[in-house]
Nanobody, 128 residues
Framework: QLQLVESGGGLVQPEGSLRLSCAVSGFTLDYYDIGWFRQAPGKEREAVSC????????NYADSVKGRFTISRDNAKKTVYLIMNSLKPEDTAVYYC?????????????????????WGQGTQVTVSS
C-alpha cells in the first residue's frame, strides 16, 4: 500500500527553523516527483516546493524562495523540506504528495492537481 507520512511540524517562533520529512512506503521513491503543499485555515491549498525524480530538479513558490530548501534521499525513502526564517504567514498544514514520472520527464510541477498520492499533513505554527 502506497503511503506518505509527514513529520517534523510544530510550534516555532518567527525567524526560526523547522525540517519537515516525508517518509514514503509501498513504492520506489526513485520513480516519483514529490511536492510539498500547504493549506492555512480558510485558504486554498498552495504549492510550496517540488523535486523531480530526474536529476532532482527543484522548484519553489516565490513566497518561500531563498528560505526553504527541498531535498531527497531515495535510499532512505524520504524527502525533506528545510524551512528557515519562518514567518507567521507560513503557518499552515503542510502536505507532501507524489506523482510517478517517466525517466524522460524534466522538472517538477507546482500544481496540486498534478499529484496522485497524498500524506495526512503536519501542522506548522509560526508564532511568538
Amino acid at each position: 500500500q502506497l503511503q506518505l507520512v509527514e513529520s517534523g511540524g510544530g510550534l516555532v517562533q518567527p525567524e526560526g527553523s523547522l525540517r519537515l520529512s516525508c517518509a514514503v512506503s509501498g513504492f520506489t521513491l526513485d520513480y516519483y516527483d514529490i511536492g510539498w503543499f500547504r493549506q492555512a485555515p480558510g485558504k486554498e491549498r498552495e504549492a510550496v516546493s517540488c523535486i523531480s525524480r530526474s536529476v532532482s530538479r527543484t522548484n519553489y513558490a516565490d513566497s518561500v524562495k531563498g528560505r526553504f530548501t527541498i531535498s531527497r534521499d531515495n535510499a532512505k525513502k524520504t524527502v525533506y523540506l528545510i524551512m528557515n526564517s519562518l514567518k507567521p504567514e507560513d503557518t499552515a498544514v503542510y502536505y507532501c504528495a507524489a506523482k510517478r514520472r517517466n525517466p524522460a520527464s524534466r522538472g517538477c510541477v507546482l500544481l496540486y492537481s498534478f499529484y496522485d498520492y497524498w500524506g495526512q499533513g503536519t501542522q506548522v505554527t509560526v508564532s511568538s
